[in-house]
């Protein structure tokens, strides 16, 4: 079974810093998706980005990047440039291709990101 | 479009009770899926569900949690005589097709007292 661990509970940056929050998987497949999550206050999940395994180049989203090692089975999310609305949860997940559970995310415990003004 | 919508926000209900949880998915969205969120973790699989099937329910507890999707109306996340240790934040996702990206609802919160 896939497991998705975060080590890292809380972080905390300064404003307009970087920051990387760390993620490493298991699993035996070859073909999956990566997902970073935001969760605020609000409680609303909301996709930050997503790597695809069998694509090499790491996925950028504006000031959100990553870094995938596919053979380390690693894929931590790079905030450049913080802002306090980056303030929240960050969850890792994944997801399997195959198709009898590649509906289903398994998620990481989460990261607290705290920006310091 | 309105994403998709979960009500109540809110939910405190004593042991024993019922608690009865919607998810309206995002229009065209014909997949939903029910996720747990007990404190300080991740989310949990709990059921995935097409209109008027359920295509897996392997992360929901055999005993007093059901969930539908009916041809009309909200997906119900239904739990039946609540314990403390139901109190948790529940998620609702919709997808258009099964191995597309999810849009995820605001969730409920379920205190049991």
């Known amino acids: 079974a896939q497991t998705v661990t975060q080590s890292q509970p809380e972080m905390s940056v300064q404003e307009a810093e970087t920051v990387t929050l760390s993620c490493t998987y298991d699993?035996?497949?070859?073909?999956?998706?990566l997902f970073w999550y935001k969760q605020p206050p609000s409680r609303q999940m909301i996709l930050v980005i997503r790597?695809?395994?069998?694509k090499q180049q790491n996925a950028t989203e504006n000031r959100f990047s990553v870094n995938f090692q596919k053979a380390a089975k690693s894929f931590s999310l790079k905030i450049s440039d913080s802002q306090l609305g980056d303030a929240a949860m960050y969850f890792c997940?994944?997801?399997?291709?195959?198709?009898?559970?590649?509906?289903?995310?398994?998620w990481g415990a989460g990261t607290k990101l705290i920006i310091k003004p | 479009n309105a994403g998709v919508m979960q009500n109540p926000r809110h939910l405190v209900r004593r042991r024993g009770q019922e608690a009865r949880l919607r998810c309206s998915p995002m229009?065209?969205?014909?997949?939903v899926y029910w996720y747990r969120q007990l404190p300080e973790e991740g989310l949990k699989f709990m059921v995935y569900?097409?209109?008027?099937?359920?295509?897996?329910e392997s992360g929901m507890p055999k005993e007093r949690f059901s969930a539908e999707f009916p041809k009309e109306g909200p997906s119900i996340l239904r739990i039946q005589q609540v314990v403390r240790g139901d109190s948790a934040a529940y998620f609702c996702?919709?997808?258009?097709?099964?191995?597309?990206?999810?849009?995820f609802g605001s969730g409920t919160r379920l205190t049991v007292v």
């Open positions: 996702a919709s997808s258009q097709q099964v191995n597309y990206g999810y849009t």
């Open positions: 229009k065209g969205h014909s997949h």
């Open positions: 569900l097409q209109k008027e099937n359920i295509i897996d």
């Open positions: 699993t035996s497949e070859s073909d999956y998706y």
């Open positions: 790597q695809e395994a069998y």
């Open positions: 997940a994944y997801r399997s291709s195959l198709m009898d559970s590649n509906y289903q995310l398994i």
